[in-house]
Nanobody, 126 residues
């Protein structure tokens, strides 16, 4: 059974930094993409970034690539999302998701992902 667990969320002041972790296990996928999405209260879930486990190719939402960085540590089966200079509008539940397969274009839409974690809350105070 594929399992994803996010951690690292919490309360942070505007301008601060945070690193989220997503540990993935229980699968036999050779190639896959791992993404971060977020969902703020009353809003739809939105794409943040994704990464390939094979070649570390990344893809970012245009509005987030200046302050967010996605990385992976395959030895630890963990993908990270570094947030810097956070803003109150970054307040959301952050989810990680996995889609097995090889990709010419890394998937950016939530419907493209098959497995999801439960999310971790990030709250940015002004």
């Amino acid at each position: 059974e594929v399992q994803l667990v996010e951690s690292g969320g919490g309360l942070v002041q505007a301008g601060g930094s945070l690193r989220l972790s997503c540990r993935v296990w229980g699968h036999t996928f050779g190639e896959f993409a791992t993404a971060w999405f977020r969902q703020a209260p009353g809003k739809e879930r939105e794409f943040v970034a994704c990464i390939s486990n094979v070649d570390d190719r990344t893809n970012y939402a245009d509005s987030m690539k200046d302050r967010f960085t996605i990385t992976s540590d395959n030895a630890k089966n963990t993908v990270y999302l570094q947030l810097i200079n956070v803003k109150p509008e970054d307040t959301a539940v952050y989810y990680c998701a996995v889609r097995p397969g090889s990709f010419v274009r890394l998937p950016r839409f939530s419907f493209e992902y098959d497995f999801w974690g439960q999310g971790t809350q990030v709250t940015v105070s002004s």
